[in-house]
C-alpha cells in the first residue's frame, strides 16, 4: 500500500493498493510486465476481484479517515459485471462505500460508451469515489473531465519527477492542478519524492 499525503498537514488520506509478484524461482516480476499479460490474458478480472476484495478487507483496520484506493483497468471497467463485483466486495468487507476510491485511465472510455457510462452511473449511486490516473499521458482529453463523473484527478509522475529541473513540466504540473482546482476535484501529484518537488 502507498501511502497518499495530504499537502496542509501530511496525514496520510488515503492508501493505493500496488499488485507485486515475487516468483518463487524468478524472483521479483514488475506489474509493468505481468499486468499487460495478464490483461491480455483475461486474468486481469479475477486477479482485479482479488486485489479489490482484498483491499476492502484490509481497510476495515485502518483508521476510519483514511480510504483505500485501487486500479481499475479498462477490462475490468468496462466488463457487464464489474459495478456487481464492487458491490459484492463491499458487502463482504463491510466496507463503507465512501471508503474505497477505484483509479482509471482514459483508456476505459475506449470500451462500449453504454456500459461504461452506466457502470460510472451506479459505482456513483453507491457513493465511490472515481479518480483519473496517470492525467497527461496517453489521449488527455479534457473533454473526460466534463463527460465523466471524477472526484479526483492524478498528475502523472512523469511530470513530478522533472518538475525542479524542467520548466515545461512544472508548467504542466501547475497547470493540471489548476484545472483540477477549478473543477472542484481533488488532485493527486503521483511520485513525489523530495521536498523540492513537494514544494
Known amino acids: 500500500y502507498q501511502p497518499i499525503v495530504r499537502t496542509d498537514d501530511n496525514m496520510v488520506v488515503v492508501f493505493e493498493a500496488l499488485m507485486r509478484w515475487t516468483h518463487p524461482e524468478r524472483g521479483y516480476i514488475g506489474p509493468n510486465v505481468f499486468i499487460p499479460i ?19 478487507m484490509d481497510a476495515l483496520e485502518w483508521p476510519a479517515s483514511v480510504r483505500v484506493a485501487v486500479n481499475v483497468s479498462a477490462a475490468q471497467f468496462t466488463h457487464s459485471e464489474f459495478a456487481d463485483t464492487v458491490t459484492q466486495a463491499l458487502e463482504a468487507s463491510g466496507l463503507e462505500p465512501g471508503r474505497l476510491e477505484l483509479e482509471l485511465t482514459e483508456s476505459v472510455f475506449m470500451g462500449d460508451s453504454e456500459t461504461v457510462e452506466e457502470t460510472f452511473r451506479t459505482l456513483k449511486k453507491l ?18 473531465l466534463r463527460s465523466a463523473p471524477f472526484d479526483k484527478l492524478k498528475v502523472d509522475r512523469s511530470f513530478v519527477r522533472d518538475v525542479e529541473s524542467d520548466l515545461s513540466a512544472l508548467a504542466i504540473v501547475t497547470t493540471v492542478i489548476r484545472v483540477g482546482q477549478s473543477l472542484h476535484l481533488t488532485v493527486v501529484a503521483e511520485g513525489v519524492e523530495t521536498d523540492g518537488q513537494r514544494d
Open 127 to 144: 457513493g465511490i469515489r472515481l479518480a483519473l490516473d496517470d492525467f497527461g499521458t496517453g489521449y488527455s482529453s479534457l473533454s473526460y
Open 38 to 56: 495478464a490483461e491480455e490474458s483475461d486474468l486481469i478480472l479475477k486477479l482485479g476481484e482479488w486485489a479489490l476484495n482484498k483491499a476492502c
